[in-house]
């Protein structure tokens, strides 16, 4: 194994010339429009990212199509010690793919295919989409448990290593949840890499790791059976009301014997709903619950939604709403509502928010009062570990970052958590704190660092002794 004594360290030089020529035959390009796409996701909904990450391009491109390419290329980057930063749709929001330091970007598109699939579980390579793999699913009876709204663009293998939940998670849980994700094939980067397989609580080691500790090359899902999910949107006179609906219909799904079988249940401000194209002139002056739901619930959905001052106004199968020339549910929640407003709003930013449980809409009405027209409310309700559970993604009408700053005080001093999405660190987005379990295993993956170097504080401090981690990337930039 290669030793971390030799680990690399910001401002060492390389020899991409020399990676270029070892990898003489694969798909490479270093062409300027390439690179440029390479060095950007959407990091772009963070002011704060967008002024530090714009124009951290790779030295170059590479799409394997097999695993003994990957190999190659881990190797390669290995030999040569280049950094070497793995994409796939490029749809995180925290410049998770961008590389900070240049060397390869390793672009797993191109490895696409199913290999194995049936009603109940799903083989796939990396970088197959959600979206492509839910259909292949469908036609077999089966489909994903959950996605990200970004599904049509994003892949399996991005997905697991960047993301958490997302429409489905009320009714599957989190990413993380035992039995969501069934096993893993991982590349180390080694002169001589080795293809690892994790199961069981090992998926863990290189889930939600941004690609630091190996490149995964193929994912085993759980699927569930297909259901042809109805779309709802459910108006209320008081936001207060649709969190309480919230709340009351969240327990019916989540409960042993569940009462309602939810998909996705997500509310919205009234002055969020604007954003969104197809609703602006059509859902009244009132908050909105976006849902996803069988059409045995959908009766039983809109009597509890009665009970709390609200009624359904809009519902159907997803292409029914798309002919009426209404937004799919999907893509009026989770950070889709960050783009929607975008789209119109440049001055929007937004945060990630959790609250302590059981969500307290009490809490969320003072925090409303408290910073009145800079914070729009928007949350989602969701399974994890068997609980339901709230969070927050709230847009922010942008000041500066003290403003967010002082925002993201400010609940925490109400005892909520913030996911904070304008850093790459990836101990200060979410976690806080180090996993040790990751980070061990990156010593055993990525020996080297020359995985997505400068994500893992860490890392940084620990290997590299850089107190503070974060690292002076201000003149690395290719
Ligand atoms: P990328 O952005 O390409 O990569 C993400 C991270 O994973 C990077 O660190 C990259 O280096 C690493 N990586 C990618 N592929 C591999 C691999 N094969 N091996 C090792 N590391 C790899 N996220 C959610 O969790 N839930 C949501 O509901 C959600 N909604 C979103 C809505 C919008 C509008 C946007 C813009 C983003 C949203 N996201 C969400 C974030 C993102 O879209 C998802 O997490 C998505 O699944 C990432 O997949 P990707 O292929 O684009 O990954």
Same mark, same amino acid.
């Given at each position: 194994?290669?030793?971390?004594?030799?680990?690399?360290?910001?401002?060492?030089?390389?020899?991409?010339?020399?990676?270029?020529?070892?990898?003489?035959?694969?798909?490479?390009?270093?062409?300027?429009?390439?690179?440029?796409?390479?060095?950007?996701?959407?990091?772009?909904?963070?002011?704060?990212?967008?002024?530090?990450?714009?124009?951290?391009?790779?030295?170059?491109?590479?799409?394997?199509?097999?695993?003994?390419?990957?190999?190659?290329?881990?190797?390669?980057?290995?030999?040569?010690?280049?950094?070497?930063?793995?994409?796939?749709?490029?749809?995180?929001?925290?410049?998770?793919?961008?590389?900070?330091?240049?060397?390869?970007?390793?672009?797993?598109?191109?490895?696409?295919?199913?290999?194995?699939?049936?009603?109940?579980?799903?083989?796939?390579?990396?970088?197959?989409?959600?979206?492509?793999?839910?259909?292949?699913?469908?036609?077999?009876?089966?489909?994903?448990?959950?996605?990200?709204?970004?599904?049509?663009?994003?892949?399996?293998?991005?997905?697991?290593?960047?993301?958490?939940?997302?429409?489905?998670?009320?009714?599957?849980?989190?990413?993380?949840?035992?039995?969501?994700?069934?096993?893993?094939?991982?590349?180390?980067?080694?002169?001589?890499?080795?293809?690892?397989?994790?199961?069981?609580?090992?998926?863990?080691?290189?889930?939600?790791?941004?690609?630091?500790?190996?490149?995964?090359?193929?994912?085993?899902?759980?699927?569930?059976?297909?259901?042809?999910?109805?779309?709802?949107?459910?108006?209320? @006179?008081?936001?207060?009301?649709?969190?309480? %609906?919230?709340?009351? !219909? *969240?327990? #019916?799904?989540?409960? $042993?014997? +569940?009462?309602?079988?939810?998909?996705?249940?997500?509310?919205?401000?009234?002055?969020?709903?604007?954003?969104?194209?197809?609703?602006?002139?059509?859902?009244?002056?009132?908050?909105?619950?976006?849902?996803?739901?069988?059409?045995?619930?959908?009766?039983?959905?809109?009597?509890?939604?009665?009970?709390?001052?609200?009624?359904?106004?809009?519902?159907?199968?997803?292409?029914?709403?798309?002919?009426?020339?209404?937004?799919?549910?999907?893509?009026?929640?989770?950070?889709?509502?960050?783009?929607?407003?975008?789209?119109?709003?440049?001055?929007?930013?937004?945060?990630?928010?959790?609250?302590?449980?059981?969500?307290?809409?009490?809490?969320?009405?003072?925090?409303?009062?408290?910073?009145? @027209?800079?914070?729009?409310?928007?949350?989602? %309700?969701?399974?994890? !570990? *068997?609980? #339901?559970?709230?969070? $927050?993604? +709230?847009?922010?009408?942008?000041?500066?970052?003290?403003?967010?700053?002082?925002?993201?005080?400010?609940?925490?001093?109400?005892?909520?958590?913030?996911?904070?999405?304008?850093?790459?660190?990836?101990?200060?987005?979410?976690?806080?704190?180090?996993?040790?379990?990751?980070?061990?295993?990156?010593?055993?993956?990525?020996?080297?660092?020359?995985?997505?170097?400068?994500?893992?504080?860490?890392?940084?401090?620990?290997?590299?002794?850089?107190?503070?981690?974060?690292?002076?990337?201000?003149?690395?930039?290719?």
């Amino acid at each position: 194994m290669d030793s971390p004594a030799k680990a690399y360290r910001p401002g060492d030089r390389f020899s991409i010339d020399a990676v270029r020529r070892a990898l003489a035959g694969l798909d490479v390009v270093d062409d300027a429009a390439s690179r440029e796409r390479a060095g950007r996701d959407y990091y772009w909904y963070s002011p704060v990212l967008n002024r530090q990450l714009a124009g951290r391009n790779p030295h170059l491109v590479v799409r394997p199509r097999s695993l003994e390419e990957v190999v190659a290329v881990a190797a390669a980057c290995a030999q040569h010690r280049v950094p070497l930063t793995v994409r796939g749709g490029g749809t995180g929001n925290y410049g998770q793919c961008v590389p900070l330091f240049g060397g390869v970007s390793l672009d797993v598109t191109a490895l696409d295919r199913v290999l194995d699939i049936d009603s109940g579980r799903a083989l796939v390579e990396a970088g197959a989409l959600l979206h492509s793999v839910d259909q292949a699913a469908r036609a077999q009876g089966g489909q994903l448990r959950m996605w990200p709204s970004t599904a049509r663009i994003a892949t399996v293998g991005g997905f697991i290593a960047g993301g958490h939940s997302g429409i489905g998670s009320m009714r599957h849980g989190i990413l993380a949840d035992p039995g969501n994700v069934l096993s893993l094939q991982v590349v180390t980067v080694e002169r001589v890499p080795r293809v690892l397989e994790l199961r069981g609580d090992e998926i863990r080691l290189a889930h939600h790791a941004y690609g630091t500790n190996g490149i995964i090359t193929q994912v085993e899902l759980a699927l569930t059976p297909a259901i042809e999910w109805h779309h709802t949107i459910a108006l209320f @006179d008081h936001y207060d009301d649709v969190l309480r %609906f919230g709340l009351a !219909a *969240g327990a #019916l799904a989540v409960q $042993a014997n +569940p009462v309602l079988d939810l998909f996705q249940l997500s509310a919205v401000e009234r002055r969020i709903t604007p954003y969104y194209a197809g609703l602006r002139d059509r859902l009244e002056d009132r908050d909105a619950m976006f849902a996803q739901m069988t059409q045995a619930s959908l009766a039983g959905y809109d009597a509890l939604a009665r009970q709390f001052g609200g009624r359904v106004v809009e519902s159907g199968t997803e292409a029914e709403l798309l002919a009426r020339g209404l937004p799919s549910c999907t893509e009026c929640a989770y950070n889709h509502t960050t783009l929607e407003a975008l789209k119109s709003d440049p001055g929007v930013t937004y945060l990630q928010v959790a609250y302590p449980g059981p969500l307290d809409p009490a809490l969320v009405a003072r925090q409303m009062a408290r910073f009145g @027209d800079e914070v729009l409310m928007h949350h989602e %309700f969701s399974r994890s !570990a *068997g609980e #339901l559970v709230a969070f $927050a993604l +709230p847009l922010v009408i942008y000041f500066d970052e003290l403003q967010l700053r002082s925002l993201m005080a400010s609940f925490e001093a109400d005892g909520c958590w913030i996911f904070d999405p304008h850093t790459w660190v990836l101990e200060d987005g979410g976690m806080k704190q180090v996993d040790e379990a990751q980070l061990a295993f990156k010593r055993e993956a990525d020996p080297l660092g020359l995985m997505n170097p400068g994500k893992v504080r860490a890392w940084d401090e620990r290997v590299l002794g850089i107190p503070g981690g974060q690292l002076s990337a201000s003149s690395q930039k290719t």
